[in-house]
């Protein structure tokens, strides 16, 4: 079981930044790829970022390649989501997920574990 706590979610002005972090309890960290995600309302949720096991291998959807940045620290059992030039449609809770593989995925249906969500609201 590997229980996942998001924090660093705040209001923000559009082109600001944000340091999202997500602290996992569990045993063998490194055991787990580790994927953000995000939701609005109405709507599923969207790949936002995606890190390998390792910490050597990322992917990012579209919208966020150049501004979001995700990393981990395995020695913390921490990954984090450095979210720089925010704009308007950023605005959403974001998830933290862990996926029992050493690779990571798009599909939010492949991963395990979830974390409650941290809400990110960009102003203009």
């Known amino acids: 079981q590997v229980q996942l706590v998001e924090s660093g979610g705040a209001l923000v002005q559009a082109g600001g930044s944000l340091r999202l972090s997500c602290a996992a309890s569990?045993?063998?960290?490194?055991?787990?790829?580790m994927g953000w995600f995000r939701q609005t309302p109405g709507k599923g949720r969207e790949f936002v970022a995606g890190?390998?096991?390792?910490?050597?291998?990322?992917n990012y959807e579209d919208s966020v390649k150049g501004r979001f940045t995700i990393s981990r620290d395995n020695a913390k059992n921490m990954v984090y989501l450095q979210m720089n030039a925010l704009e308007l449609e950023d605005t959403a809770t974001h998830f933290c997920a862990a996926r029992g593989q050493w690779t990571y995925d798009t599909d939010e249906v492949l991963y395990d574990f979830w974390g409650q969500g941290t809400q990110v609201a960009v102003s203009s």
């Open positions: 569990v045993r063998n960290f490194d055991d787990y790829a």
């Open positions: 890190i390998n096991w390792y910490g050597d291998k990322t």
